[in-house]
């Protein structure tokens, strides 16, 4: 089943502007890790680092996508390229105009709106928009979230192999799993794809709200 945009000029305004506001470039900057745990150099937010799915037990690495000279928004990447592994976190402080226009709009259709938004600012080499296979919305410490599990038609960042050989360009359909709240101004999402598993949508979903349960927002300073 498909979720549409809200025809509304509001909700395009938003999507457009909170598009714009997740170009990222990475960055060369320290990752901070204790005992586990991450913090975002912007001290948005701290995670656990999860355990990764793969079978050989390779650790993530961890890259840094903050945008430069942003210092409201952190955003990281965990993942095992080999495996197929990605986890995206991040938090950010939106300006203020941009969440007075959020409070214009159902809050759940600001939700849908921002996870198809983070989705794409993420994957830009989808041939077209993932179809929704799940969508839910729990309560959080952070306001109302929603869960959406995405499915995305030769979406894998993994390529199928024949014998000996890989074909660039075969790749096969995967779920991706998408948690977004939003509170005030925090917005803070989680993306998650593994394309060694493709077909458990449950498994997926219930890794990402696993990982989102560990997120923290930090105090502002």
């Known amino acids: 089943m498909h979720y549409l945009f809200s025809s ?6 938003l999507l457009i502007s909170f598009t714009l506001s997740l170009l990222t470039a990475c960055a060369t900057t320290p990752i901070t890790i204790n005992e ?3 913090t ?3 001290r ?3 995670t656990i680092v999860p355990e990764p799915s793969n079978w050989a037990n390779l650790p993530y690495a961890i890259t840094v996508l903050n945008a430069s000279g942003d210092n409201q928004h952190d955003k990281v990447m965990f993942h095992v390229g080999d495996f197929g592994e990605y986890l995206v976190v991040s938090a950010r402080k939106m300006p203020l105009n941009s969440s007075l226009l959020m409070d214009k709009d159902d809050h759940r259709t600001v939700l849908q709106n921002i996870s198809e938004a983070t989705l794409m600012s993420w994957r830009h080499d989808f041939s077209e928009i993932p ?3 799940e969508e839910s919305f729990i309560d959080s410490l952070y306001g109302e979230a929603i869960i959406r599990v995405y499915r995305a038609k030769k979406g894998s960042l993994l390529t199928k192999t024949h014998g000996q050989k890989t074909i660039a360009d075969d790749r096969f ?6 948690i977004v709240a939003r ?3 925090f917005v803070a999402y989680i993306l998650l794809e593994i394309d060694s598993d493709p077909d458990s949508s449950h498994a997926i979903k219930e890794k990402a709200s696993q990982v ?3 997120l923290r927002i930090l105090p502002t300073q």
């Open 40 to 42: 975002s150099p912007n």
């Open 183 to 185: 509170k005030g101004e």
């Open 131 to 133: 179809e929704i296979s």
């Open 44 to 46: 948005m937010f701290s």
């Open 8 to 13: 509304s000029l509001t909700q395009k305004l």
């Open 173 to 178: 359909d995967t779920n991706i799993a998408s």
């Open 212 to 214: 989102f349960r560990n």
């Open 36 to 38: 586990g745990e991450y």
